[in-house]
């Protein structure tokens, strides 16, 4: 099992240019999530996905889209970069259950000058 | 606003030493989690409190949930320098769509001198 992946490990981009973040879970899960994380910020939830084909808006989802096409994949665009978007970004998934334990991608560092 | 603080936010202490972080939080909410992060790396899941009263340990690291306090301690016994790294807890809250998220703590940065 290789858990959840995230491609590319780190991307550097100039202001406007687009990309897109790819996450795959090989664990069935119905859940998965994108985060940003931020020195002195913690993780922040950009987008979330509740299964296949549906997708819903977190904390900071402005600059952002998604889609999960796949189940087992969760895409993470980003049409016209900016240097806010400077950040750590790391995927999630998750199961419906008593217990809504996440679990976490190695994570992208994305600079964008 | 729903928050979720950790204290303290920098931890400096002497191998051997015991210490206890502390998470408050703001919502009602029965779980809480506990990860770890390595510098330049994921985040590990440490501990899963399902409950008020549930405590977990494991080796040096004990944590504990009081749901009616709203607070949630990891505590450190014997610091030894691998325990290094940034701690951060998590609240399950209910969202608008009926599902459920995390919010996070700012995290505490620990490091262990020898």
């Known amino acids: 099992n290789a858990g959840v992946t995230q491609t590319p490990k780190f991307r550097v981009l100039k202001t406007g240019q687009s990309m897109t973040l790819l996450c795959a879970q090989d664990?069935?899960?119905?859940?998965m999530y994108w985060y940003r994380q931020d020195p002195g910020m913690g993780l922040r939830l950009i987008h979330y996905s509740v299964g296949e084909g549906t997708t819903a808006k977190g904390e900071v989802p402005d600059g952002y889209n998604v889609s999960r096409l796949k189940k087992q994949n969760f895409l993470l665009g980003l049409e016209s970069a900016a240097p806010s978007q400077t950040s750590v970004y790391f995927c999630?998934?998750?199961?419906?259950?008593?217990?809504?334990?996440?679990?976490f991608g190695p994570g992208t560092r994305l600079t964008v000058t | 606003e729903l928050k979720v603080e950790q204290n303290p936010l920098f931890l400096s202490m002497q191998e051997g030493k015991n210490y206890t972080i502390y998470c408050n939080y703001s919502?009602?909410?029965?779980?809480l989690y506990w990860y770890r992060q390595d510098p330049g790396k994921s985040l590990e899941s440490l501990f899963v409190l399902l409950s008020n009263g549930a405590v977990k340990q494991e080796g040096r690291l004990m944590a504990s949930l009081d749901t009616k306090a709203r607070l949630s301690t990891l505590h450190i016994t014997a610091a030894v320098h691998d325990l290094s790294a940034t701690y951060f807890c998590?609240?399950?809250?209910?969202?608008?769509?009926?599902?459920?998220?995390?919010?996070f703590g700012t995290g505490t940065r620990l490091k262990v001198l020898a």
């Open positions: 919502t009602t909410s029965d779980r």
């Open positions: 998590a609240v399950d809250t209910l969202f608008t769509s009926g599902t459920y998220k995390y919010i």
């Open positions: 999630a998934s998750s199961s419906p259950g008593q217990i809504y334990e996440q679990y």
């Open positions: 664990m069935n899960h119905e859940y």
